[in-house]
């Protein structure tokens, strides 16, 4: 038999009755949309963690004082004693690494804003010109910080857009003087808001050069030194680089903790692709079961059309033409639920997304293809014990049967 | 004299009913030259069926052997035998056994679809067969909006698409009226007249006298091999001793 004429014969046979074929490719096609919603929320709860991370810029490798061993960011980081002082010349010395792309020291305290009459507390930080891309951060007016000596600056600042609001309300903020602390600062710049970020929230931030939070809250010490490396790649080496210099500049003793985004990332990932995964297993089982009804409704198949079988045989079918109509069709009633399945997949992820647009719930491929791939196969698998079953029976018993 | 089509010998079948054994065939020894036309009678249970499904090679026998056109085919595997249906022989059954879902064309290609033969020639060779059988008209209809005897005249296209050597009908007329009955008959008796072998089986005397050979059967074994009045039997074979 023909491979065109088999898959018509396969196809008349699903099609002539409806119902049992609609009903199976429906349950195929439910455990393939299962596993497509179920890895899409899966996957797409874990790139959301990953946003969340990288929105404190990517690439990221921090230099904190102190040894300490921890991995991640620890409020206790901020009140370790420090044996020595990292400085904005540590910072600078770093610029000189290969495998550094740029650097922004960051040197935090708290103090108070005012103008006209307003006060409110703030946290300052201290930094540079490149900070803003070290940390992803987007200016809703203005400009930022110009680049510079580092020891010197100007009486710069920008402001987050909820001191923005509540300092100035619908005035315009752009170069505004205020006072932060004793000293005066003329406005140059506003952020966007963007009310996430770990740690430090920036819509409650004033930055201001460096030099001028150091002499401000009175310190040599810089909190961090937050560097960006070149690559994805160089976030290993670079780290290293950072650790030499600074143990170089500190006559040789390891007194900074280096801890890399990606270390912290790492770990989410993996938690978050496991999750995926067991997810992923989960909603196989479905398929299973589907696979399961494949077998039951072929089965049902056979016996009903056990009479066309034997009527098939006397006209001349091999064993072989009556098992490989038999499996075309249930490989056609899976690949139907798989396609079907595939498709509600994706617009029930759509409609999240649609629904929630922060919450990226993207089914990821391998587990697109895996479900596919096991609807098919499973649907081959239980679609043999029927096609065998059809193979082997008696003619003469098959056409007495009506 | 013509080379014999079919030779049994000594045929046995036997059916196991639980405990008890039935002997459907007995030491069957059946001699069918090429062109004749033969009637199977006898009453039901006589094992009348049994010896057809036994020739069309759908049920093998526990002991004997045959010979279709001088080859043994008992010792054919499943799937040689099912070659040899497909060019060889052609069925006609009393419930006409069309596929209902397929229009009468498809029913009648059904046979060069299984046997692979390609879709240009398969088209010209049903167009044929819906001519000479009087269903052009019928082409695309599915059997249950055909009469008895239009269902009848398809499956006979059927069983003769693939230009077997041998037709073989079981009660062909059984569940048709005696008009259409006649009509089948006709068609089938003229293919015998082009020289296809034609074994009809049927429990109608008056059917089975038209045949120029008429084999009676009872409790599984021949009792009769008679040929019609006046006429006499050419030895085409002699019976292996």
Known sequence: MRAADLIRFARDAATGNPLRTGLLVLAMAIGVAAVVVLTALADGARRYVLNQFSAIGSNLVIVLPGRSQ?????????????????????????????????????????????????????????????????????????????????????????????????LFGRDEALGQLVRVGDRRFRIVGVLAATGQGLG???????????????????????????????????????????????????????????????????????????LTVAVAGIAAISLAVAGILVMNVMLVSVTQRTAEIGLLKALGATRATIRNAFLTEAAMLSLAGALLGFALGHAAATVIRQLYPAFPAQPPDWAVLAGVATALVTGLAFGVLPARRAALLDPVQSLARR | MTAPLIELSRIERVFHLGDSQVHALQSIDLCIAAGEYVAVMGPSGSGKSTLLNLIGLLDRPDSGSYRLAGRDVTTL??????????????????????????????????????????????????????????????????????????????????????????????????????????????????????????????????????????????DGSLQQDRPRSGGTRSETCALPT
């Open chain 1, 200 to 274: 430090m929230n920036t819509d409650e931030l004033v930055i201001v050069p460096v030099a001028l939070a150091q002499a401000m809250f009175n310190s040599n010490t810089l909190f961090r030194i937050l560097v960006e490396a070149n690559s994805r790649e160089a976030i290993a080496p670079a780290k290293a680089q950072v650790s030499e210099i600074i143990r170089l500049r500190h006559e040789g003793e390891e007194d900074v903790t280096v801890i890399t985004q990606d270390a912290v990332l790492a770990t989410f990932d993996r938690l978050l692709g496991t």
């Open chain 2, 77 to 218: 595997s499943a799937d040689e035998q099912a070659r040899v249906r497909s060019e060889r022989i052609g069925f006609v059954f009393q419930s006409f056994h069309l596929v209902p879902r397929l229009t009468a064309a498809e029913n009648i290609a059904l046979p060069m679809v299984l046997a692979g033969i390609p879709p240009a020639q398969r088209g010209e060779r049903v167009r044929q067969a819906l001519r000479d059988y009087g269903l052009e008209n019928r082409a695309d209809h599915r059997p249950d909006q055909l009469s008895g005897g239009q269902r009848q005249r398809v499956a006979i296209a059927r069983a003769t698409i693939m230009q077997p050597a041998l037709v073989l009908a079981d009660e062909p007329t059984g569940n048709l009226d005696r008009t259409t009955g006649e009509e089948v008959m006709r068609l089938l008796e003229e293919l015998n007249r082009g020289g296809v072998t034609l074994i009809v089986v049927t429990h109608d005397g008056a059917l089975g006298a038209r045949a120029r050979r008429q084999l009676l059967m009872a």
């Open chain 1, 70 to 166: 921890t991995g991640g960011f620890n409020p206790g980081n901020a009140i370790t004693s420090t044996p020595r002082d990292l400085t904005i010349d540590d910072a600078q010395a770093l610029r000189r690494a290969s495998a550094v792309h740029r650097v922004a020291p960051l040197a935090v305290g708290t103090s108070e804003i005012s103008v006209g009459g307003r006060l409110r507390e703030v946290m300052v930080a201290g930094t540079t010109a490149d900070f803003i891309a070290v940390r992803r951060l987007t200016l809703a007016q203005g400009r930022f910080l110009p680049p510079g000596d580092w020891r010197r600056g100007a009486s710069e600042a920008v402001i987050g857009a909820r001191i923005r609001d509540e």
